[in-house]
Protein backbone atom coordinates (compact mmCIF):
# COMPACT_ATOMS: atom_id res chain seq x y z
CA UNK A 1 0.00 0.00 0.00
CA UNK A 2 0.88 3.94 -0.55
CA UNK A 3 1.02 6.54 2.35
CA UNK A 4 0.07 9.29 0.94
CA UNK A 5 1.47 12.34 3.52
CA UNK A 6 -0.35 15.89 2.70
CA UNK A 7 1.47 18.48 1.14
CA UNK A 8 2.80 20.34 4.30
CA UNK A 9 3.48 17.13 6.20
CA UNK A 10 7.00 17.53 8.39
CA UNK A 11 9.99 15.66 8.09
CA UNK A 12 9.36 14.45 11.65
CA UNK A 13 6.03 12.63 10.07
CA UNK A 14 7.48 11.32 7.40
CA UNK A 15 9.81 9.85 9.51
CA UNK A 16 7.48 8.50 11.81
CA UNK A 17 5.72 6.86 9.10
CA UNK A 18 8.63 4.95 8.14
CA UNK A 19 9.45 3.92 11.16
CA UNK A 20 6.08 2.70 12.33
CA UNK A 21 5.82 0.57 8.86
CA UNK A 22 9.19 -1.13 9.88
CA UNK A 23 7.83 -1.80 13.00
CA UNK A 24 5.59 -3.73 11.66
CA UNK A 25 8.03 -5.38 9.94
CA UNK A 26 7.69 -4.27 6.29
CA UNK A 27 9.64 -1.90 4.23
CA UNK A 28 9.29 1.38 3.94
CA UNK A 29 9.85 2.91 0.18
CA UNK A 30 9.96 6.89 -0.25
CA UNK A 31 8.59 8.91 -3.36
CA UNK A 32 9.13 12.40 -3.66
CA UNK A 33 6.99 14.08 -5.84
CA UNK A 34 6.74 17.85 -7.14
CA UNK A 35 4.06 18.26 -4.77
CA UNK A 36 3.87 15.58 -2.01
CA UNK A 37 5.61 12.26 -0.72
CA UNK A 38 4.54 9.29 -0.74
CA UNK A 39 5.64 6.04 1.09
CA UNK A 40 5.24 2.65 -0.44
CA UNK A 41 4.80 0.33 2.24
CA UNK A 42 6.45 -2.96 1.06
CA UNK A 43 6.21 -6.72 2.23
CA UNK A 44 3.88 -9.64 2.77
CA UNK A 45 0.48 -8.94 2.64
CA UNK A 46 -1.07 -8.72 5.95
CA UNK A 47 1.03 -7.42 7.81
CA UNK A 48 0.65 -3.51 7.70
CA UNK A 49 -1.96 -1.85 10.13
CA UNK A 50 -3.93 0.64 7.53
CA UNK A 51 -6.12 2.30 9.89
CA UNK A 52 -3.17 2.85 12.40
CA UNK A 53 -1.04 4.22 9.82
CA UNK A 54 -4.07 6.68 8.74
CA UNK A 55 -4.63 8.21 12.01
CA UNK A 56 -0.83 9.21 12.07
CA UNK A 57 0.37 13.24 11.88
CA UNK A 58 0.68 14.36 8.64
CA UNK A 59 -0.83 11.27 6.73
CA UNK A 60 -3.55 12.19 3.76
CA UNK A 61 -4.85 8.82 2.97
CA UNK A 62 -3.76 5.45 2.75
CA UNK A 63 -4.13 3.55 -0.57
CA UNK A 64 -4.13 -0.07 -1.50
CA UNK A 65 -1.77 -0.67 -4.76
CA UNK A 66 -3.63 -2.74 -6.92
CA UNK A 67 -1.17 -3.71 -9.32
CA UNK A 68 0.92 -6.40 -8.16
CA UNK A 69 4.03 -4.65 -8.86
CA UNK A 70 4.29 -1.77 -6.33
CA UNK A 71 7.38 0.54 -6.67
CA UNK A 72 7.43 0.19 -10.32
CA UNK A 73 4.27 1.52 -10.54
CA UNK A 74 2.83 4.74 -11.10
CA UNK A 75 0.45 5.19 -8.35
CA UNK A 76 3.81 4.64 -6.16
CA UNK A 77 5.00 7.54 -8.33
CA UNK A 78 3.40 9.36 -10.21
CA UNK A 79 5.60 11.44 -12.53
CA UNK A 80 7.88 9.94 -14.72
CA UNK A 81 11.77 8.64 -13.12
CA UNK A 82 14.66 9.87 -14.31
CA UNK A 83 17.71 7.86 -14.12
CA UNK A 84 21.29 8.93 -14.04
CA UNK A 85 23.76 6.90 -15.74
CA UNK A 86 27.68 7.33 -14.92
CA UNK A 87 28.75 10.12 -12.67
CA UNK A 88 31.01 9.26 -10.07
CA UNK A 89 34.38 8.52 -10.28
CA UNK A 90 35.54 5.37 -12.60
CA UNK A 91 37.97 2.89 -12.03
CA UNK A 92 41.35 4.48 -13.43
CA UNK A 93 40.20 7.50 -11.84
CA UNK A 94 38.77 9.64 -14.21
CA UNK A 95 35.17 11.44 -14.08
CA UNK A 96 32.67 9.86 -15.56
CA UNK A 97 29.77 12.35 -17.48
CA UNK A 98 26.12 11.68 -16.06
CA UNK A 99 23.85 10.98 -18.63
CA UNK A 100 20.02 11.42 -17.95
CA UNK A 101 17.29 9.09 -19.28
CA UNK A 102 13.33 9.83 -18.44
CA UNK A 103 10.97 12.42 -18.71
CA UNK A 104 12.11 14.78 -21.33
CA UNK A 105 15.50 13.25 -21.55
CA UNK A 106 16.38 10.89 -24.35
CA UNK A 107 19.29 8.83 -24.75
CA UNK A 108 21.28 6.90 -27.39
CA UNK A 109 23.14 3.97 -26.41
CA UNK A 110 25.57 2.87 -29.17
CA UNK A 111 28.37 0.21 -29.64
CA UNK A 112 29.59 -3.20 -30.50
CA UNK A 113 27.10 -6.46 -29.81
CA UNK A 114 30.11 -8.19 -28.66
CA UNK A 115 33.75 -5.93 -27.71
CA UNK A 116 36.40 -8.45 -30.00
CA UNK A 117 38.93 -6.46 -29.68
CA UNK A 118 40.35 -3.27 -28.01
CA UNK A 119 41.14 -1.86 -31.77
CA UNK A 120 38.05 -2.63 -33.06
CA UNK A 121 35.52 -1.23 -30.22
CA UNK A 122 37.76 1.98 -29.96
CA UNK A 123 37.33 2.63 -33.70
CA UNK A 124 33.32 1.55 -33.82
CA UNK A 125 33.38 4.08 -29.77
CA UNK A 126 34.60 6.93 -32.27
CA UNK A 127 31.59 6.24 -34.73
CA UNK A 128 28.83 6.28 -32.56
CA UNK A 129 29.96 9.20 -30.36
CA UNK A 130 30.43 11.11 -33.33
CA UNK A 131 27.23 10.28 -34.47
CA UNK A 132 25.11 11.07 -31.20
CA UNK A 133 25.98 8.31 -28.90
CA UNK A 134 26.07 9.27 -25.61
CA UNK A 135 26.66 6.10 -23.87
CA UNK A 136 28.81 2.96 -25.33
CA UNK A 137 27.38 -0.37 -25.47
CA UNK A 138 29.58 -3.83 -26.06
CA UNK A 139 29.51 -7.16 -24.46
CA UNK A 140 32.41 -8.54 -22.45
CA UNK A 141 30.28 -12.12 -21.39
CA UNK A 142 28.00 -12.97 -24.15
CA UNK A 143 25.18 -15.20 -23.71
CA UNK A 144 24.97 -17.38 -27.06
CA UNK A 145 22.69 -19.71 -28.20
CA UNK A 146 25.73 -22.43 -28.64
CA UNK A 147 28.12 -23.14 -26.24
CA UNK A 148 30.67 -23.18 -28.99
CA UNK A 149 30.10 -19.55 -30.44
CA UNK A 150 32.24 -16.33 -28.92
CA UNK A 151 31.29 -16.31 -25.39
CA UNK A 152 33.23 -12.64 -25.02
CA UNK A 153 36.75 -11.65 -23.74
CA UNK A 154 35.30 -11.48 -20.09
CA UNK A 155 37.57 -9.09 -17.54
CA UNK A 156 39.59 -7.65 -20.49
CA UNK A 157 37.34 -6.64 -22.29
CA UNK A 158 35.45 -4.85 -19.39
CA UNK A 159 38.90 -2.99 -19.06
CA UNK A 160 38.83 -1.99 -22.90
CA UNK A 161 35.07 -0.84 -22.41
CA UNK A 162 36.14 1.43 -19.34
CA UNK A 163 39.37 3.41 -20.94
CA UNK A 164 37.45 3.74 -24.01
CA UNK A 165 34.56 5.06 -21.89
CA UNK A 166 36.96 7.17 -20.27
CA UNK A 167 38.36 8.68 -23.21
CA UNK A 168 35.77 9.55 -24.94
CA UNK A 169 33.49 11.05 -22.18
CA UNK A 170 31.07 8.04 -22.67
CA UNK A 171 29.42 6.30 -19.77
CA UNK A 172 29.45 2.41 -20.37
CA UNK A 173 26.73 -0.10 -20.21
CA UNK A 174 27.76 -4.15 -20.55
CA UNK A 175 25.48 -7.49 -20.25
CA UNK A 176 26.19 -9.30 -16.63
CA UNK A 177 24.63 -12.99 -16.79
CA UNK A 178 25.27 -14.50 -13.68
CA UNK A 179 25.33 -13.29 -9.72
CA UNK A 180 28.73 -14.24 -9.65
CA UNK A 181 29.88 -11.78 -12.27
CA UNK A 182 28.10 -9.11 -10.43
CA UNK A 183 31.16 -8.25 -8.14
CA UNK A 184 33.57 -7.81 -11.23
CA UNK A 185 31.75 -6.26 -13.62
CA UNK A 186 30.59 -3.16 -11.02
CA UNK A 187 34.01 -2.18 -10.83
CA UNK A 188 33.73 -1.06 -14.20
CA UNK A 189 30.44 -0.80 -15.56
CA UNK A 190 28.02 2.29 -15.72
CA UNK A 191 24.69 0.59 -16.09
CA UNK A 192 24.30 -3.38 -15.78
CA UNK A 193 22.50 -4.99 -18.80
CA UNK A 194 20.16 -8.01 -17.78
CA UNK A 195 19.44 -9.31 -21.18
CA UNK A 196 16.36 -11.02 -22.80
CA UNK A 197 17.39 -14.32 -21.48
CA UNK A 198 17.86 -13.58 -17.85
CA UNK A 199 14.47 -11.33 -17.20
CA UNK A 200 13.55 -13.73 -14.95
CA UNK A 201 17.03 -15.00 -13.31
CA UNK A 202 14.99 -13.56 -9.86
CA UNK A 203 18.88 -13.94 -8.00
CA UNK A 204 20.62 -12.03 -10.73
CA UNK A 205 17.82 -8.55 -10.38
CA UNK A 206 18.21 -9.21 -6.42
CA UNK A 207 21.91 -9.00 -6.69
CA UNK A 208 21.73 -5.72 -9.19
CA UNK A 209 19.37 -4.47 -7.06
CA UNK A 210 22.15 -4.18 -4.16
CA UNK A 211 24.20 -2.34 -5.87
CA UNK A 212 23.71 1.60 -6.83
CA UNK A 213 24.85 1.34 -10.76
CA UNK A 214 21.70 1.90 -13.23
CA UNK A 215 19.71 -1.26 -14.41
CA UNK A 216 18.99 -1.91 -18.11
CA UNK A 217 16.77 -4.28 -18.05
CA UNK A 218 15.94 -6.31 -21.38
CA UNK A 219 12.29 -7.29 -21.84
CA UNK A 220 12.23 -11.59 -22.14
CA UNK A 221 11.43 -13.29 -25.34
CA UNK A 222 8.06 -14.24 -24.06
CA UNK A 223 7.36 -12.15 -21.06
CA UNK A 224 4.06 -10.26 -21.48
CA UNK A 225 4.52 -6.08 -19.77
CA UNK A 226 3.38 -7.34 -16.02
CA UNK A 227 5.75 -9.74 -15.83
CA UNK A 228 8.84 -7.56 -17.20
CA UNK A 229 7.36 -5.19 -14.19
CA UNK A 230 7.07 -7.34 -11.65
CA UNK A 231 11.18 -8.14 -12.59
CA UNK A 232 11.70 -4.52 -12.22
CA UNK A 233 9.85 -4.76 -9.00
CA UNK A 234 12.74 -7.56 -7.65
CA UNK A 235 15.63 -4.57 -8.71
CA UNK A 236 13.40 -1.85 -6.95
CA UNK A 237 13.02 -3.49 -3.76
CA UNK A 238 16.60 -4.04 -2.98
CA UNK A 239 16.61 0.21 -3.08
CA UNK A 240 18.01 0.45 -6.43
CA UNK A 241 15.87 2.82 -8.12
CA UNK A 242 18.28 3.51 -10.86
CA UNK A 243 16.04 1.15 -13.68
CA UNK A 244 15.75 1.37 -17.84
CA UNK A 245 12.95 -0.84 -19.42
CA UNK A 246 14.34 -1.83 -22.55
CA UNK A 247 12.19 -3.86 -25.15
CA UNK A 248 13.30 -5.43 -27.39
CA UNK A 249 11.31 -7.48 -29.61
CA UNK A 250 9.41 -10.65 -28.30
CA UNK A 251 8.64 -14.22 -29.72
CA UNK A 252 5.34 -14.50 -31.79
CA UNK A 253 4.29 -16.65 -34.81
CA UNK A 254 5.98 -14.15 -37.56
CA UNK A 255 9.19 -15.24 -38.84
CA UNK A 256 9.99 -13.05 -41.57
CA UNK A 257 12.21 -11.09 -38.81
CA UNK A 258 14.11 -12.34 -35.79
CA UNK A 259 11.82 -10.98 -32.99
CA UNK A 260 8.40 -8.92 -33.09
CA UNK A 261 9.47 -5.49 -31.84
CA UNK A 262 6.47 -4.45 -29.62
CA UNK A 263 5.44 -1.42 -30.21
CA UNK A 264 2.63 -1.42 -28.01
CA UNK A 265 4.25 -2.21 -24.82
CA UNK A 266 5.76 1.45 -24.36
CA UNK A 267 2.63 3.09 -24.39
CA UNK A 268 1.58 0.35 -21.96
CA UNK A 269 4.58 0.61 -19.92
CA UNK A 270 4.39 4.04 -19.92
CA UNK A 271 1.17 3.94 -18.44
CA UNK A 272 1.47 1.10 -15.95
CA UNK A 273 5.03 2.49 -14.54
CA UNK A 274 7.13 5.51 -14.29
CA UNK A 275 10.07 4.00 -15.27
CA UNK A 276 11.91 5.12 -18.57
CA UNK A 277 12.23 2.99 -21.63
CA UNK A 278 13.88 2.47 -24.07
CA UNK A 279 13.67 0.53 -27.63
CA UNK A 280 16.41 -2.00 -28.96
CA UNK A 281 15.76 -2.31 -33.21
CA UNK A 282 18.75 -4.26 -33.88
CA UNK A 283 17.86 -7.70 -31.86
CA UNK A 284 13.90 -7.52 -32.56
CA UNK A 285 14.73 -6.73 -36.55
CA UNK A 286 18.04 -9.02 -36.63
CA UNK A 287 18.69 -7.37 -40.20
CA UNK A 288 19.95 -3.68 -40.60
CA UNK A 289 17.40 -2.85 -43.11
CA UNK A 290 15.07 -2.83 -40.53
CA UNK A 291 16.60 -1.36 -37.56
CA UNK A 292 16.21 2.70 -38.28
CA UNK A 293 12.31 2.07 -39.30
CA UNK A 294 12.50 -0.02 -35.79
CA UNK A 295 13.78 2.56 -33.98
CA UNK A 296 11.91 5.41 -35.05
CA UNK A 297 8.52 3.72 -34.60
CA UNK A 298 9.45 3.10 -31.19
CA UNK A 299 10.99 6.41 -30.33
CA UNK A 300 7.61 8.24 -31.89
CA UNK A 301 5.40 5.91 -29.72
CA UNK A 302 7.14 7.14 -26.62
CA UNK A 303 10.39 5.33 -25.99
CA UNK A 304 13.16 7.45 -24.21
CA UNK A 305 15.49 6.50 -26.97
CA UNK A 306 17.22 3.50 -28.08
CA UNK A 307 20.38 0.87 -27.72
CA UNK A 308 21.45 -0.09 -31.19
CA UNK A 309 24.06 -2.28 -32.18
CA UNK A 310 26.80 -0.71 -34.73
CA UNK A 311 29.95 -2.13 -36.82
CA UNK A 312 32.09 -0.89 -39.55
CA UNK A 313 32.57 -4.10 -40.97
CA UNK A 314 29.87 -6.38 -40.08
CA UNK A 315 30.65 -9.38 -42.15
CA UNK A 316 33.51 -9.77 -40.20
CA UNK A 317 31.68 -9.34 -36.50
CA UNK A 318 31.85 -12.79 -34.45
CA UNK A 319 27.93 -12.23 -32.73
CA UNK A 320 25.14 -10.15 -34.46
CA UNK A 321 26.80 -8.41 -37.82
CA UNK A 322 24.00 -8.85 -40.04
CA UNK A 323 21.94 -6.57 -37.62
CA UNK A 324 24.96 -3.92 -37.02
CA UNK A 325 24.49 -0.47 -38.92
CA UNK A 326 27.35 1.00 -40.47
CA UNK A 327 28.34 4.10 -39.01
CA UNK A 328 26.95 6.70 -41.63
CA UNK A 329 23.63 4.60 -41.37
CA UNK A 330 23.74 5.28 -37.71
CA UNK A 331 24.80 9.11 -37.88
CA UNK A 332 21.88 9.12 -40.59
CA UNK A 333 19.20 7.49 -38.06
CA UNK A 334 20.48 9.80 -35.14
CA UNK A 335 19.56 12.92 -37.37
CA UNK A 336 16.16 11.72 -37.80
CA UNK A 337 15.36 10.42 -33.99
CA UNK A 338 16.44 14.12 -33.06
CA UNK A 339 13.73 15.23 -35.20
CA UNK A 340 10.78 13.02 -33.28
CA UNK A 341 12.03 13.48 -30.50
CA UNK A 342 10.80 17.58 -30.93
CA UNK A 343 7.53 15.74 -31.42
CA UNK A 344 7.08 13.86 -28.57
CA UNK A 345 9.09 16.28 -26.46
CA UNK A 346 11.97 14.96 -25.51
CA UNK A 347 15.73 16.00 -26.22
CA UNK A 348 18.94 13.79 -26.79
CA UNK A 349 21.53 14.87 -25.07
CA UNK A 350 24.55 15.96 -26.56
CA UNK A 351 27.93 14.25 -25.98
CA UNK A 352 30.39 16.10 -23.61
CA UNK A 353 33.81 17.27 -24.13
CA UNK A 354 36.63 14.56 -24.97
CA UNK A 355 38.50 13.67 -21.89
CA UNK A 356 41.95 14.10 -21.97
CA UNK A 357 43.39 10.87 -20.61
C1 LIG B 1 22.65 -7.92 -26.69
O1 LIG B 1 22.28 -6.79 -26.34
O2 LIG B 1 23.69 -8.12 -27.36
C2 LIG B 1 21.77 -9.09 -26.40
C3 LIG B 1 22.25 -10.31 -26.32
O3 LIG B 1 20.47 -8.73 -26.23
P1 LIG B 1 19.17 -9.59 -25.82
O4 LIG B 1 19.40 -10.03 -24.41
O5 LIG B 1 18.06 -8.62 -25.96
O6 LIG B 1 19.06 -10.74 -26.79
MN1 LIG C 1 23.73 -8.51 -29.94
Redesign the pocket.
Given at each position: MIIVMSSNASQEAIDRVQAEIERMGSKPHLSRGKFRTVIGAVGEEGKVDESHLASLDGVEKVVPIMKPYKLASREFHEDDSIVEVGGGRSIFGVDVPKVLVGGNHAACFAGP??VESEKMLNTIARHVRDGGATVLRG?AFKPRTSPYSFQGHGEEALKWMRECGDRLGMPICTEVMDTRQVELIEKYTDVFQIGARNMQNFDLLREVGKTRKAVLLKRGLAATVKDWLLSAEYVLSQGNRSLILCERGIKTFEDSIRYTLDITSIPVARQWSHLPIIVDP??AAGKRDWVSSLALAGMAAGAHGIIV?VHYNPAEAQ??GP?ALLPEMFRELMGQLRQIAVITRKEFAEAGELASV
Amino acid sequence: MIIVMSSNASQEAIDRVQAEIERMGSKPHLSRGKFRTVIGAVGEEGKVDESHLASLDGVEKVVPIMKPYKLASREFHEDDSIVEVGGGRSIFGVDVPKVLVGGNHAACFAGPCAVESEKMLNTIARHVRDGGATVLRGGAFKPRTSPYSFQGHGEEALKWMRECGDRLGMPICTEVMDTRQVELIEKYTDVFQIGARNMQNFDLLREVGKTRKAVLLKRGLAATVKDWLLSAEYVLSQGNRSLILCERGIKTFEDSIRYTLDITSIPVARQWSHLPIIVDPSHAAGKRDWVSSLALAGMAAGAHGIIVEVHYNPAEAQCDGPQALLPEMFRELMGQLRQIAVITRKEFAEAGELASV
